[in-house]
């Protein structure tokens, strides 16, 4: 798979291409950024003055361009060349949706933001399960299955921990920093009245 800063880039000089006809001034103007600070996203990455977009930025200029939310994290050309195998499929957003609960991280309504956490899931699912799936209530499906989620959980864990692959909207009473915090703050706030 190439980085998401690959990808991000190539898709930003298409959306440029099929909106502006190329033209990154009035694609700037429209999104209200200055023309070098899209030349410095377009810019090859090995130039000192080359900048990565941001995933709240990728999020901000997909929606001001009336894009799908995750639209700029998409390889096109990936996407086009493979039908995804739904059993496969099924493999991947079971695993990432396990990873997510175990840290009591809420994904309904975000498969846009995790978008290139499923599509690194499925590429991990194709590679590890190539020609056998595993069946699930037996004892090798079982096994294969949750180490399939100790792989995911591995890679991806921080990433969506982190929120690294966007904004994720943690459970009530929990922070990005662990375990509930509330009764901490409780009793400091008890102390206080006292």
């Given amino acids: 798979m190439r980085p998401i800063t690959d ?11 099929e909106l502006f006809d190329g033209n990154q001034a009035a694609f700037a103007e429209s999104i209200g950024k200055s023309r070098a600070y899209v030349g410095f996203w377009l810019a090859d990455p090995a130039k000192p003055h080359a900048k990565q977009i941001s995933h709240a930025t990728a999020r901000e200029v997909e929606a001001k361009a009336m894009k799908p ?3 700029l994290d998409v390889d096109e050309a990936a996407s086009q060349s493979v039908i995804p195998d739904p059993a496969i499929l099924g493999i991947a957003l079971t695993s990432v949706d396990k990873v997510a609960r175990d840290r009591l991280i809420r994904i ?24 056998k799936l595993p069946v699930r209530g037996t004892v090798r499906g079982d096994k294969a299955l949750d180490d399939f989620d100790r792989k995911v ?7 969506i921990e982190s929120g690294s692959l966007g904004p994720l909207e943690y459970v009530a009473g929990r922070s990005k920093k662990g375990p509930i915090q509330g ?4 009793k400091a706030a008890g102390r206080g009245r006292t």
């Fill in 7 to 17: 990808i991000r880039r190539a898709r930003l000089r298409q959306l440029i291409d």
């Fill in 69 to 71: 939310a995750g639209w």
């Fill in 108 to 131: 309904e309504g975000q498969m846009g933001v995790l978008a290139p956490v499923v599509m690194y899931a499925y590429a991990l699912a194709m590679r590890t399960f190539a020609g």
């Fill in 153 to 159: 959980a591995e890679n991806l864990g921080e990433g």
């Fill in 183 to 186: 009764k901490a703050k409780s």
